[in-house]
């Protein structure tokens, strides 16, 4: 599996964008998908899970209501909508693939068998 994560860049507080990562490689609903973001110096942080065929999401708290994930299957691509944007929201963004798609540890790096390259999001004050 090949995971291109696109979308980040610099936007003020209050602003939005969207995140993609698209997957190549396996079938793709076959597999979840998360994002996490990374601060310097920091470990990776989940930030949300879509299941395979999308019927379910996971989200880190502090990201409810204001991030949405979605996925198009027939594009091999899955989404991060991040409204409402802080500056505390400022890291890498990276997406990765779940192949037991659903696991038991949605949250924890090592559940995932594939890593996008990251996307620098930044939030100004």
């Known amino acids: 599996v090949q995971l291109q994560a696109s979308g980040g860049g610099l936007v003020q507080a209050g602003g939005s964008l969207r995140l993609s990562c698209a997957a190549s490689?396996?079938?793709?609903?076959?597999?979840?998908i998360g994002w996490f973001r990374q601060y310097p110096g920091k470990e990776r942080e989940f930030v949300t899970a879509i299941s395979g065929s999308g019927s379910a999401q996971y989200y880190l708290d502090s990201v409810k209501g204001r991030f949405t994930i979605s996925r198009d299957n027939a594009k091999n691509t899955v989404y991060l909508r991040m409204n409402s944007l802080k500056p505390e929201d400022t890291a890498v963004y990276y997406c990765?693939?779940?192949?037991?798609?659903?696991?038991?540890?949605?949250?924890?790096?090592?559940?995932?068998?594939?890593w996008g390259q990251g996307t620098q999001v930044t939030v100004s004050s």
């Open positions: 490689g396996r079938t793709f609903s076959s597999y979840a």
């Open positions: 990765a693939a779940d192949l037991s798609n659903w696991g038991t540890r949605l949250i924890d790096p090592d559940e995932y068998d594939y």
